[in-house]
């Protein structure tokens, strides 16, 4: 959900921009004049001697308070670091796209880090005491690092799931992908169930 909005937002933010560039390289071409069109007289740039704000669009406000352009100042101020925030948090990728295995004839050959992560939730799941994972790498293809959420059963032991975690799943993969570590941070947390009664 989260990435269509992104791919929403910035498609609508790009082809504004691409527009309103179009439409000032228009204007300062003065291509109304030389291909003999007109887009009406509301239209700011008809020429290469207009102005985005003339002079009355910029002292209009000038007699009312002294709060009016120290305000539109902060606004823009302040959309404008979020514009930033948000474009850096697009470029900080939160999974790893890849995983640089060695092959052996000096190149290495690229494997998938959604497959990777998908074939060690699936070892993963398949031990005792556990419900259900969910695996995301991170970190550098030449260096993964492994985001582990486990869900326990009622009966499990924490401690003798991580040990197998670590010696099978976490091995498994380590030695299929040939790296020399697979770093791994492991969250736990049980499944909720209803107290039974002893009688």
Same mark, same amino acid.
């Given at each position: 959900?989260?990435?269509?909005?992104?791919?929403?937002?910035?498609?609508?933010?790009?082809?504004? *921009?691409?527009?309103?560039?179009?439409?000032?390289?228009?204007?300062?071409?003065? *291509?109304?004049?030389?291909?003999?069109?007109?887009?009406?007289?509301?239209?700011?740039?008809?020429?290469?001697?207009?102005?985005?704000?003339? !002079?009355?669009?910029?002292?209009?406000?000038?007699?009312? !308070?002294?709060?009016?352009?120290?305000?539109?100042?902060?606004?823009?101020?302040?959309?404008?670091? *979020?514009?930033?925030?948000?474009?850096?948090?697009?470029?900080?990728?939160?999974?790893?796209?890849?995983?640089?295995?060695?092959?052996?004839?000096?190149?290495?050959?690229?494997?998938?880090?959604?497959?990777?992560?998908?074939?060690?939730?699936?070892?993963?799941?398949?031990?005792?005491?556990?419900?259900?994972?969910?695996?995301?790498?991170?970190?550098?293809?030449?260096?993964?690092?492994?985001?582990? !959420?486990?869900?326990?059963?009622?009966?499990?032991?924490?401690?003798?799931?991580?040990?197998?975690?670590?010696?099978?799943? *976490?091995?498994?993969?380590?030695?299929?992908?040939?790296?020399?570590?697979?770093?791994?941070?492991?969250?736990?947390?049980?499944?909720?169930?209803?107290?039974?009664?002893?009688?």
């Amino acid at each position: 959900m989260l990435r269509t909005v992104n791919r929403t937002l910035l498609s609508l933010v790009g082809l504004l *921009l691409v527009v309103g560039g179009l439409a000032v390289l228009a204007g300062g071409f003065d *291509l109304q004049r030389r291909w003999g069109y007109g887009l009406g007289s509301g239209w700011p740039w008809n020429g290469p001697g207009d102005v985005l704000l003339t !002079d009355a669009d910029r002292t209009r406000f000038r007699d009312d !308070d002294d709060w009016w352009w120290p305000a539109v100042i902060a606004l823009l101020a302040v959309l404008a670091l *979020l514009l930033l925030w948000w474009f850096l948090a697009q470029l900080r990728r939160r999974r790893l796209g890849e995983v640089l295995v060695e092959s052996g004839d000096g190149e290495g050959a690229l494997l998938r880090g959604r497959a990777l992560a998908g074939v060690l939730a699936a070892e993963a799941e398949s031990l005792s005491g556990v419900d259900r994972v969910r695996v995301r790498l991170r970190g550098r293809r030449t260096r993964p690092r492994a985001r582990i !959420d486990l869900w326990l059963e009622a009966h499990a032991a924490p401690g003798a799931v991580v040990e197998r975690l670590r010696a099978e799943p *976490l091995e498994h993969a380590r030695a299929s992908a040939g790296l020399d570590a697979l770093p791994a941070e492991v969250r736990l947390t049980g499944r909720r169930h209803r107290a039974e009664r002893v009688t």
